[in-house]
Every structure is written in C-alpha cells, then in structure tokens.
C-alpha cells in the first residue's frame, strides 16, 4: 500500500495547469499570474517626501539646528518649481518630488515658525544627511523590471502593487472546475427528513465548500445512488471538469460500484488505497475522454474521511492546476498540551485545536468518536499528524499539524 | 498618544454588530450565525457500522477465531430485518444500520468465507467488544441538542454539519459594507500613466480587496481631490455604508483636509494618531447621519501604513460587524532567524517572512524602504512585531508576527 508521500507525488505527477486567462486585476485575488508582470514607471517615479516637513540641503544642519527662508510649499500632486540652495528650504508634503538640491527632509514636528509672511523656520534636526525621509526614484521599483513572476498568487498586496505599475487587468490560470458527487442509496438531501436506514448528505455540501475555498469553482453533481446506470451519467458529466471528487463507494463493500464504474468509463486507475487512517480505501485516476484531462478522486464515504482525502490529495491538485507550485503540506510544527500515545501501521489525523500557552502555542487532541464524526471535527482547528509508528509522546514534545 | 491597544480597545467599543438575515448555508462560508443551531435528529440516526465487514455478537468471538452462519446482506440505506443470535452473522455495508442482537462489527479483511451459499464466514478478531467498529446512535448529535452558537464562524466543516442538521439556510450576520476612498492631488488611476509628481492610487484597489479578504462587501468611491466639495460629496456617499476607509490626508500637511470636512460632517473623532510606526496619523470617529451608524478610519496615504492600519484596526471592526467576538490581534511568536536591533519609542510593525528551519519555524526581517514601499511587502508574509523600548534580540528569541 502506498505511503501518502508517495500517494501526493503520484497525484502532482498529473496535474497540468489550467490556460491562462486575462481577468481584471480587482477580481484575480486567489488566482495565480501565469505571465511575468514588469513595471511600465519607476516607483517613486521622482525622489519622493516620506513625510510633511521641509526639504533642505543636509549640509545646513551640521551642527542640529539651523534657520531657512522658505521659497514654496509644494504639496502631493504638484511640482516644485524652485532649487534649493544653502539657507533655503521648501514646504513639502508626505508624497510631493523633493525639489532640486534638496537632498533631506526635516519633519514638521522639528520646526519652529520664526516669521509667517515671508515664511521663516527654524529647523532642529541632529541626524539630518542626505536621503534623510526621501525614497529615491526608482528605489522601491525600476521601469522594466519584473515585479512578478509567473507562479505568484494574488493576495491584496499585489492587488495594490499590480495597481501601481498600471495593471488593471492580468494572466491568471483559469480557476479550475471541480465536480462534486456523493455516492449511496443512504444519502437524502440536507431539506429532508431521513427515514430510518437514511442519512442527509453532508460530504456534497462540505466538499463544495471546501473546492470553493481552495479557488475552484465547484458543480453540484447530487447523490448518485448505488446502480451502475445512474452512477455512470452522473460520472460521464463530472469527466467535463478539471476534477470529479466523489464521495463513498470506494471501500471493500459489495456496493461500492465506484471503482468498476470508473474502470468502465476508461477512467485510469493510479492508486486505491493509501497509508492512513481516516480515509485508507481513497482511489485515485485519471480520464482522458473527448479530450480532456480530469483528475477523478474517490474518496471514503465518511465525513472526516472525505475531509482528511480532501486536504491532503484533492486541495493540493487543485493549487497546482491554478498555477502554484507544490511539493508538500502546509504541515507546522507545535507542542503538545499534553501526553499523547499512538500507535499505528498507518499515517494518522487526529482532529485536534490549537491555544496559546504563555508565549507559544500548544496542541491539544479532540476526543472524537472515528471517521463519521464531523461534530468533533467542528471543534478542531487543525489535523495532528502522526507518521505511522509507536509514539509515546509526553507533554511538551513536538508534533505536525496540519491547519485547517 | 494612544497605544495601539487602547486603539483597539476604542474601536471595538463603537462596533455593533450588523443585522440577521438568512441566506442558503451554501453561501454561508465566511459568515457567522445569528442563531443557535439545533439537530432535528440523532445522528448517526441508529447504531451504524464504521467498516464494511459482519455484524456479529462480541460474546462469540472470546477465542478470537469463531464460524458464522450469514443470515442477510445490508447495504447503507437499507435496514436489517434478522436479528443476530450466538453464531449467526450479518454481512454489513459501511454507514448501514446495526441489526438488533449484534453489538460488534468485525472488518472483511479479517474474513474467510467457507461456504459461498448459503453464506458461511470464519472471522479472526481477537479484540472482539461491544462496540467494535460502531457508532452509536445519536454518539455524535443528540436530537434538539445545540450544534452550533450563536457566534460561530462558518467554515466547510460546519457547511456539512448544518447539512447532517437539515439547515439548508441559516440566519447570519449581513455581510458588512465597507466603502473605500483614497484622498489626495497626486492620486491617478491604474489605468493612466502618472504626469509627473503624480503615482498611481494603489491604496484604493488594495483596501477594497482586504475588505473583500475580511468578508466584507467593497464600495469603491475613487479618488477624491484635496479640496473641500469634492471631500465632501465623496465621504457623505460614504456614510451610508457600515464603514468608511480613507486612506491619505491625516497626516499634518497643509492639504490634509480629511479630519476638517469630516468633522464639518458631524463625524465624531474618537482618536487622531496611535503610537505604532508605520501608520502614527491614523484617524478614527464614528457618524451617525441619517441613523445609520458608520466608524470612520482614516488612513495615511503611504501603502504600507494603510495596509497596518487596515489589518490593526479595520479588520478586527469588520470581524465584529459581521458577529465574530474580537478582543486581540491573531498574533502569533516564532523566533528569530537573527540578531535583531529595533529602538522606538512607538510599536513598530516590520515586513518579515517566517520559513521552515529544522523542526520549527522562524522569521526574518525583511530589508525595506519605509512605509511607501510596497514591493517589500509583496515579498513578506507577516509583520514582525515590536512593542516600543529597546530590543536588542538575538538570533533564536521568540518574538510576535502578525501572520498577513
């Protein structure tokens, strides 16, 4: 059996971006730059105030403090149109071109108003040199130089910067398109009472807000139920998408028709089972009909299962196909609240939460009642990571987590 | 001058939450529950086996190695019809309802079949107890039983616990609409070249995506001039929303109009300047034209004090609008991945980014060009932070970020 290592390398193996795709900026957060971005200006396209003061020459203020007829006020927005020589200073505000032979800034705050009309000030500054609250022309950004590399996701920063080199819209990988359908006759839909034998369908729900989250657009495929017939619509329309995630059906059950469906439809089989506990009967293939490359997922039909399949297979495959490079977990390291012993010949997740402790963070493990127990995993921030093994782990020792 | 606790602590005073509304759980991800949310069943609904394999009597199996007759097959979503007594077996399906009499279920993989019809199985467990591989009937939820309080924060795992509940809408708090306004001469839009002494508004589009990121609803108002009408005009369309965020024209500057009209508008200072760098001129107050309640934050126009401006104190104002309960920053500590220095005699945020070091984590500062410097930011993925004094840090202390 495959060690979930080994299973994350098989799946990246297959995934291939989705196309590039030209979105307004304002809309691409989330979204990954499939192209470089360069600057078309440099920033600040002039030697720049970093604050309100007066631009003086520094050598002024060798000895601290110094007197300057004030020769003009230049705010943001507009342009000095006086030099500054020895004894002269400009009124300037945070943001406005620093005016030629200024080469220094003195705060406001140091300043005393010796005359109002014609303005004369007396400047305190003891560190006054040259660059002195001035960001230089070109200092942040140089015309033509790439700010971002192909790869880059967009997060509100970049929103901005992409907004100061004049990028309003952009390259991203189209967000890919995930499917989602539950599988068995158990399942009714969440607006119904379940009659005896039944159960509502949380994994659809829960897996559509999970591919959302993760920067997919997801399709509802439904309940398929355990009859070759309906399963294999229900699957041909999920072979349209990017990824068809299904849930139940995997494991060693007389009904669980999954697999040989997907074997029928020529959908190819590149793993069935992994390493770890929950989610151990998880299959993993990929179809190429009419064309087209799906990832298809089939993941154990118990809620924690189906989330646990989720995280560690289905929400790096879907940051790859946007465009990001992956080779392992978001795993972080904690310390135990306290002992814990497991012993496993599998990978185990343990729903578990997170509090500070003094000055850093412990972990501590949720009583949970197995795989089909989303209540306990409600309370948990993150997944405890135990590699197979005996662990005999007292309190204080470190351990991976897997944040959720 | 404030500190940026006392900051903190004055804006959560004026937040009132927003008002319910119900929408579909499946839109629901990011909001929060204005209501306590009870089960309408047990779940699971009756005692339900967690592995496909055969319900059995746990009594049977003392020696851990016992023969069975197999009275009847039961798939989920459909229920058993035999009891079990000593010696008999039901083949059972992962997810399907316990038949009376059993009380252990007993994994396939742990079964030989001895005679193919009418089926006979020998089963090897020998850890056979009551309960073996069974969830309980209302184990995980008890009928009536509150899921979920009022408060909580709604993530997929709760998407599919609301679904196992039967909540296909749910009442939440109405997303928060926060209204965006970058002031100054200088400002033009990304998508013109800046004349010279103008830069392109970034501030705008990356406020509206961080209120977008903190789950609230943008209202972009442009760019307004420093000139008194158009202020004006700009922040009254402004204060019909939730929250107004300017950004530029608190600082001391001549042209720094933002505090007057706001004031000419009733606007209510709360406070002008916290003791933090970048971002000291920040400007809070709260409006209540027309009824409508709207906290005011005024923002310095360099890009990075807006963005600490932003996270420090407009998104904690946002989490609580939208009924989350906010008493700190989501600080967390690592250590140092070198000797740091800083003096100030204000807290100071720095650009840093944290990356895996052996089996913990550690951050580093990253080099930068001051609070105009958006590109250094683009490159950090959190904030270092430092409470004003003197530190004088070596490599391996433990100091607080704030994760960005």
Redesign the interface.
Same mark, same amino acid.
């Given at each position: 059996m495959l060690e979930i290592e080994q299973a994350l390398s098989l799946v990246l193996q297959h995934v291939e971006r989705t196309p590039r795709q030209c979105i307004p900026?304002?809309d691409a957060?989330g979204s990954v730059l499939a192209e470089n971005v360069a600057s078309?200006?440099d %920033? *600040? *396209?002039?030697d720049?105030a970093?604050?309100?003061g007066y631009a003086v020459r520094a050598d002024d203020l060798s000895t601290g403090v110094a007197e300057f007829n004030v020769v003009e006020?230049v705010?943001?927005? %507009?342009?000095p149109t006086q030099p500054i020589r020895s004894g002269f200073a400009t009124?300037i505000?945070?943001?406005? *071109?620093i005016p030629l032979g200024a080469d220094a800034v003195v705060i406001?705050?140091h300043s005393d108003i010796l005359h109002a009309s014609p303005l004369r000030v007396r400047l305190h500054e003891p560190h006054a040199q040259p660059g002195l609250n001035i960001?230089r022309q070109g200092?942040?950004?140089r015309r033509g130089e790439i700010?971002?590399h192909e790869g880059t996701e967009i997060?509100?920063?970049? =929103?901005?910067?992409?907004?100061? =080199?004049?990028?309003?819209e952009v390259a991203v990988h189209v967000r890919p398109r995930v499917a989602v359908l539950s599988t068995? +006759?158990?399942?009714v839909p969440?607006?119904?009472? #379940?009659d005896?034998?039944?159960?509502? &369908?949380? +994994?659809? #729900?829960?897996?559509?807000?999970?591919a959302?989250?993760a920067g997919a657009s997801p399709v509802d495929l439904g309940i398929g139920f355990?009859q070759e017939d309906d399963l294999r619509a229900r699957i041909l329309d999920g072979l349209r998408e990017d990824v068809l995630v299904l849930s139940?059906g995997v494991?060693?059950?007389?009904? $669980?028709l999954v697999p040989k469906v997907l074997n029928d439809l020529g959908v190819k089989q590149v793993f069935h089972k992994v390493r770890m506990k929950p989610g151990k009967p998880i299959w993993f293939g990929v179809s190429s009909l009419n064309d087209r490359k799906t990832l298809v997922f089939g993941l #154990?039909? +118990? *809620?924690v299962s189906s989330?646990v399949g989720f995280e560690l297979f289905v929400r790096p495959a879907i940051s790859q196909l946007k465009g990001l490079r992956v080779n392992q977990w978001p795993l972080?390291?904690v310390r135990l609240a306290h002992a814990h012993q497991q012993r496993s010949d599998r990978a185990v997740f343990r729903p578990a939460f997170t509090r500070q402790q003094g &000055?850093?963070?412990v972990v501590e493990l949720l009583e949970w009642?197995?795989?089909? $127990?989303?209540?306990?995993?409600?309370d948990?921030d993150c997944l405890a990571y135990f590699p197979a093994g005996e662990h005999d782990l007292s309190a204080g020792e470190?351990i991976s987590i897997y944040p959720?």
């Open positions: 900026t304002a957060v078309d200006i %920033s *600040p *396209p002039h720049k970093l604050m309100d006020e705010t943001a927005g %507009s342009v009124r505000m945070t943001g406005a *071109p406001l705050e960001l200092q942040s950004l700010v971002f997060r509100p920063v970049e =929103v901005g910067l992409l907004a100061e =080199v004049g990028r309003t068995g +006759n158990e399942l969440a607006s119904r009472l #379940p005896r034998g039944k159960i509502r &369908n949380s +994994n659809g #729900p829960m897996l559509i807000a999970l959302t989250h355990d139940g494991s060693m059950g007389t009904a $669980d #154990p039909g +118990n *809620p989330l972080r390291t &000055n850093e963070f009642h197995g795989s089909a $127990d989303l209540r306990t995993l409600a948990a470190t959720l």
